[in-house]
């Protein structure tokens, strides 16, 4: 599991080292690396903790022997990284390794082949991302407006986000096949048993392929489970931090796409208090895009100036001219807390009469949509201000730091199956005295249906 | 003088805002509004965050700029103060929501949050 690189590998590839030369988001720098990754052929078991984000997609990876060993407290800690934007690619279109740079970061080509007859939505894929998405213009896969378990895009991140933490995790012995135990955070209206049945008929197993590496990996998806965003961010943060948990907690995570609510209750979720607001990133860059042709004229700003907006603070026009939009920034976000208060007030309390907004002891809010920018100003302040009328008792928290899959983890490890012969507080135990198993697993892996067509593949893809 | 806002004028801003536009710009100088903000913030005699009243300075100088504050008048040796009067950065309200950041590497033990995930869990 060893991330770091050794000095001369760049000169055994025979291309520029570009590590450190590059700025990377945060998370993303374990990307960072020109290690030489190999296949080895043999089965894993691991365990999947993952938040697909509409900027990110991030997530712990564990396999079942780490959990045995005394590792898991290590292992929890550690946060996989990658970008959630892609461009989908044909495989003429590009060269299959970046001639420049031979960094993972600048090498991220994949191709997926899924073979689930059950599958309703096609995700078989051929994607660039990270450096080598530069290479290529035109419109980037992002998770969009649609329930994130009907969109390809969602899909198409989960899996490549098992292939390239699976070549960091395992480096020079990567299995040829990995068996998954999976929990991903969703936004609430994405849990209905209807949208619940597409996620599980679609993510059944697939063979992914790192081009530019030449890692062929076949991934079999053994269980799911899943939990909603807001509920993941909220209880990780009350089960880390060891803090009581007050009597009525009203947390939201604001994302690209949308925002959701969770209500605790004495410490539980109340299920049917669980609203999602389109309310997002992406709807704040339309406003400040609306915003700013009203106020400067001209043609509507590329996504990258919006964003890079929202982070700065300016709009950059060539190399010497800026506008300053730190007002116009601010007015969106008033607008958006309002929207968010008003969705909030309509969805969960007129609708939820057993409690009000007078009773909340706390109101948390998490997630990108919250950032403050280099200009100091979140959505948090006004949605604190306008919620301080309504919720005069409570408490303002803004939660910083990314805990939705440690949430996950915490919340779904007990109930998987990923130890099958061993309880999740006996590895927990291990921690002090690490356990060794007596015997192997009793549980055998059940080999998926489609096996065959799936191994043909596998063999079809090696040969590309 | 008297300042009076044409209609609409504050729709962005909250109501307490509004109130305390309203309360001291019934006559006065420019400055003295100025004034009269900087030495009842000070003194805690007015709950307004201070981004807040930095967008009400900015307001107003753009409707004295475009001529559009009715009944307003600025003499020619009034200089606009500066939105920084009332301090150069935003993010020193004081009502700011708490900011909580927990270090992964001070956590407790596997088992003690295992057991509050199940408790929390309804289990």
């Known amino acids: 599991m060893e991330n770091n690189v050794q000095s001369n590998e760049s000169q055994v590839l025979g291309k520029t080292d570009l590590r450190n030369q590059r700025t990377f988001e945060p998370g993303e720098e374990k990307l960072n690396t020109n290690r030489p990754f190999k296949s080895k052929d043999g089965r894993a078991r691991v365990g999947v903790w993952i938040d697909g984000g509409s900027t990110q997609t991030r997530g712990i990876m564990m396999t079942d022997e780490e959990a045995r060993s005394g590792k898991m407290m290590e292992v929890f800690k550690e946060t996989y990284v990658i970008p959630s934007t892609s461009h989908t690619v044909s495989t003429r ?289 006004k949605f604190m201000e306008l919620a301080l009328i309504e919720m005069p008792n409570a408490e303002f928290i803004h939660i910083k730091q990314p805990y939705i899959p440690q949430g996950l983890f915490l919340l779904t490890f007990q109930k998987m199956s990923l130890l099958s012969d061993v309880s999740a507080n006996e590895a927990a135990a291990s921690e002090e005295s690490p356990y060794t198993p007596s015997a192997e697993p009793e549980t055998e892996v059940q080999e998926p249906a489609d096996a065959v067509l799936v191994e043909t593949e596998a063999e079809q893809m090696k040969g590309e | 003088m008297r300042i009076e806002f044409p209609k609409g004028f504050l729709t962005l801003r909250t109501k307490k805002a509004e109130d305390l536009v309203e309360h001291h710009l019934t006559e006065g100088t420019f400055w003295d509004f100025v004034a009269i903000l900087v030495e009842e913030k000070a003194e805690d005699k007015v709950e307004v965050q201070l981004a807040e009243m930095q967008n009400i300075i900015k307001m107003i100088q753009s409707q004295i700029a475009s001529g559009n504050l009715g009944g307003a008048t600025v003499s020619n040796n009034t200089s606009l103060p500066s939105p920084n009067v009332f301090g150069d950065d935003a993010s020193k309200s004081t009502v700011k929501p708490r900011v909580a950041d927990l270090d992964l590497n001070l956590l407790g033990d596997m088992k003690q949050m295992f057991a509050r995930a199940k408790k929390m869990e309804g289990e």
């Not at chain 1, 991220?108 to 078989?124: H, L, P």
């Not at chain 1, 998770?143 to 991140?157: A, I, W």
């Open chain 1, 93 to 381: 279109a590009i060269p299959s390794q970046n001639s420049e740079s031979d960094l993972l970061y600048d090498n991220m080509y994949a191709m997926t082949s899924s073979f689930n007859t059950e599958a309703t939505i096609d995700f078989k894929q051929v994607t660039i991302r990270g450096g080598m998405a530069e290479l290529v213009s035109g419109e980037e896969n992002r998770v969009g407006s649609k329930l994130k378990t009907h969109d390809p895009v969602f899909y198409s991140n989960l899996v490549d986000w098992l292939g390239y933490t699976s070549m960091l995790k395992f480096g020079d012995e990567i299995p040829t096949d990995i068996d998954i135990h999976m929990a991903v955070a969703l936004p609430p209206d994405d849990l209905t048993k209807f949208n619940l049945n597409v996620f599980y008929k679609n993510m059944k197993s697939f063979v992914w392929k790192s081009v530019p590496h030449d890692i062929t990996i076949k991934f079999n998806i053994i269980e799911i489970m899943e939990k909603t965003e807001p509920e993941a961010y909220i209880k990780a943060y009350y089960i880390l931090s060891g803090q009581d948990v007050p009597e009525i907690v009203l947390h939201t995570d604001g994302g690209g796409r949308s925002s959701g609510t969770e209500l605790l209750v004495s410490g539980v979720s109340s299920p049917q208090a669980r609203p999602t607001h389109e309310i997002g990133g992406t709807h704040l860059l339309n406003d400040l895009n609306d915003a700013y042709v009203d106020e400067y004229g001209g043609r509507p700003l590329p996504r990258k100036k919006l964003e890079e907006a929202i982070r700065t603070g300016y709009v950059s026009l060539g190399e010497k001219t800026r506008n300053d939009v730190v007002d116009l920034i601010k007015i969106a976000k008033d607008q958006k807390a309002s929207e968010l208060l008003s969705s909030i007030r309509r969805k969960l309390f007129d609708s939820h009469s057993k409690y009000s907004q007078d009773e909340v002891s706390v109101v948390s809010v998490s997630g990108r949509l919250f950032e403050e920018g280099d200009y100091g100003y979140s959505i948090a302040e």
